[in-house]
C-alpha cells in the first residue's frame, strides 16, 4: 500500500508489495525492492538502492550527498541489502568517487541514530547499535556487533565475527573472531560465545583461541606474535585468514595492554 500523502518522483522504481506510509519522500532514481516497507518521514534521495522486504523507520535518511569536501557531485549510490532493518533516524551518505557507492549487505539491523558515511562497506548480518557513527571509507565484515555509542574512525576495518564493547573509540584495525574494549580500545578475548551461536565448533573456537593466544597474550608486539604462530600452528583456512587480515592493515590492528 503506497499513501497519498508520500511523495513518489514518478523515475522512481518501486517493486511489487511495497509499502509508502504518509509523508515518506523517495527521489527519482530510487529502487525499492519488493516486500519493502518505507515507514513515514523517511527520505530516499537519488541514487539509493533498497532491497527485498527491508524495514525504513520512521526519520531515516539515505541517500544524501557526502560531508567529504572533496565530493565534486559524481553519480555516487547507496545500496542496501535484501531483509536488512533501519530504525529511527538513521542516517547512510552517498559515496564518493573512491569507492563509487556506499554498502549496507542484507540481514543487517541499525539502530536508532547510526549513522554510515560515505564509501563504508557493511557485509551481512552485522548489527549497530544505537548512536554508533561509522567515519568514511570503515569496512565491516559479516556478522560483526558494534554495541551503542561506538565512534569508528575514517579507513578502519573490522573483522568478521568481531565483537565491539559500547563507547569504543575504534582508532585501528579489530581482527576477525575477537572481542574489543576499554579505551584505547584493546583485545579482550575471543568472542567464542558469539562463534558458538553461529554455528562454530569446538574444534575450531579453541584454535582460534590458540591463535589468538600466540598473538596477543604469549609476546610482546604483534611481529613476535605473528611468527609464533607460523611456527606452532600448522596452516588452515582459520589461521591464514587471521595472519592475513593482520598483513594487510594499513591502519595496524589493535593492541592487548598487560594489566
Not at 527491508?54 to 565530493?71: E, H, T, Y
Not at 553519480?75 to 554498502?103: M, N, S
Request: glycine letters at 8%; aromatic letters at 8%.
Amino acid at each position: 500500500m503506497i499513501s497519498p500523502l508520500a511523495h513518489i518522483h514518478p523515475d522512481a522504481k518501486i517493486g511489487s508489495g511495497v509499502t509508502i506510509d504518509a509523508f515518506a519522500v523517495v527521489h527519482a532514481e530510487v529502487i525499492i525492492g519488493e516486500g519493502t516497507h518505507i515507514h513515514s518521514n523517511v527520505s530516499l534521495y537519488p541514487g539509493t538502492s533498497i532491497g527485498k522486504h527491508c524495514q525504513i523507520f520512521p526519520g531515516a535518511v539515505i541517500g544524501v550527498v557526502p560531508q567529504d569536501l572533496k565530493f565534486d557531485g559524481e553519480p555516487t549510490t547507496v545500496e542496501i541489502g535484501d531483509f536488512t532493518v533501519i530504525r529511527e533516524c538513521v542516517t547512510i551518505h552517498r559515496a564518493t568517487k573512491d569507492k563509487w557507492k556506499t554498502v549496507v549487505g542484507s540481514h543487517c539491523l541499525l539502530m536508532t541514530y547510526v549513522h554510515v558515511a560515505h564509501d563504508c562497506q557493511i557485509g551481512n548480518h552485522v548489527i549497530l547499535a544505537s548512536y554508533t557513527g561509522l567515519s568514511g571509507h570503515v569496512v565491516i565484515e559479516d556478522f560483526a556487533i558494534l554495541e551503542g555509542k561506538v565512534a569508528a574512525q575514517q579507513f578502519v576495518h573490522i573483522g568478521k565475527h568481531a565483537f565491539i564493547g559500547g563507547a569504543s573509540l575504534v582508532r585501528k584495525d579489530v581482527p576477525p573472531y575477537i572481542k574489543a574494549a576499554r579505551e584505547p580500545l584493546t583485545f579482550a578475548g575471543v568472542n567464542s560465545v558469539g562463534l558458538r551461536r553461529r554455528g562454530f565448533s569446538d574444534e575450531d573456537v579453541r584454535l582460534i583461541e590458540d591463535i589468538y593466544r600466540c598473538l596477543y597474550v604469549q609476546n610482546s608486539n604483534m611481529s613476535k606474535g605473528v611468527a609464533s604462530v607460523l611456527q606452532s600452528i600448522p596452516s588452515v583456512p582459520l589461521r591464514d585468514e587471521i595472519l592475513a587480515f593482520i598483513e594487510n592493515s594499513d591502519k595496524g590492528v589493535i593492541f592487548f595492554l598487560m594489566k
